[in-house]
């Protein structure tokens, strides 16, 4: 799976978009890219994932730039409890590709009252 | 909501010992993993399980682990004779297809003394 690079650290104002953006210049054509978070020690939490186009559901949008080499996470409007370590990961979508999700460092995303 | 259910939430046990850990996976899931947090570190992939049988395993998951699924319902962790580093938070998962779109337990934190 291809490697992603991002910010360790963010911070965001309670209410505004928090938007965490991802670098995957290494992707494959057949690779999704996959965003979860983890609160505090929680298990994993699925967000979002697409392959080429922008995606939108209740939890996020993502953004995906055309070349699909970085992507960005948006929370359009951060509450406290979006505080979390979110996680970035490209992967091929299933069949007989592996199962593994690989886990970074992620960003630690601090929203502030 | 459904949800993966895991059991103990924590669980102490001697150095040598054996372990299980037991997992409740959603019900119309078909593939099953484990995965492992040590303390401060990464969230690591230990096995994926499908068809009862495994279908992918890391370098993490030698001759002391197995997992098992006794039934329609649970899914199981053992670890044989466990070791001080086997300390940390053991996190279960499912998906309803081999997609990047898992369903994660609230962990099962193990420590061994």
């Known amino acids: 799976d291809a490697k992603t690079t991002q910010p360790p650290s963010m911070d965001c104002a309670e209410g505004r978009a928090a938007n965490l953006p991802c670098n995957h210049s290494?992707?494959?054509?057949?690779?999704?890219v996959y965003w979860y978070r983890q609160i505090h020690s929680q298990g994993p939490q699925y967000i979002i994932h697409?392959?080429?186009n922008n995606e939108t559901n209740e939890m996020a949008s993502l953004i995906i730039t055309e070349d699909r080499k970085s992507s960005t996470l948006i929370l359009p409007h951060a509450t406290l409890r979006d505080t979390a370590v979110y996680y970035c990961i490209v992967r091929v979508a299933g069949g007989a590709g592996s199962y593994q999700l690989t886990f970074g460092k992620g960003t630690k995303l601090s929203v502030i009252p | 909501e459904p949800e993966v259910t895991q059991t103990p939430s924590h669980q102490v046990t001697q150095m040598g010992q054996e372990v299980i850990l037991r997992c409740v996976p959603i019900?119309?899931?078909?593939?099953f993993y484990w995965y492992r947090q040590i303390l401060g570190q990464k969230v690591e992939f230990l096995v994926s399980?499908?068809?009862?049988?495994?279908?992918?395993k890391s370098e993490i998951f030698d001759d002391q682990f197995s997992v098992e699924r006794p039934d329609g319902s649970n899914f199981t962790l053992k670890i044989r004779s466990t070791k001080l580093e086997d300390s940390a938070m053991y996190f279960c998962a499912s998906s309803e297809q081999g997609t990047g779109e898992l369903f994660f337990g609230e962990g099962s934190r193990l420590t061994v003394l």
């Open positions: 290494t992707i494959s054509g057949n690779e999704y």
């Open positions: 697409g392959l080429k």
């Open positions: 399980f499908y068809n009862n049988e495994i279908s992918e």
């Open positions: 019900s119309n899931h078909l593939y």
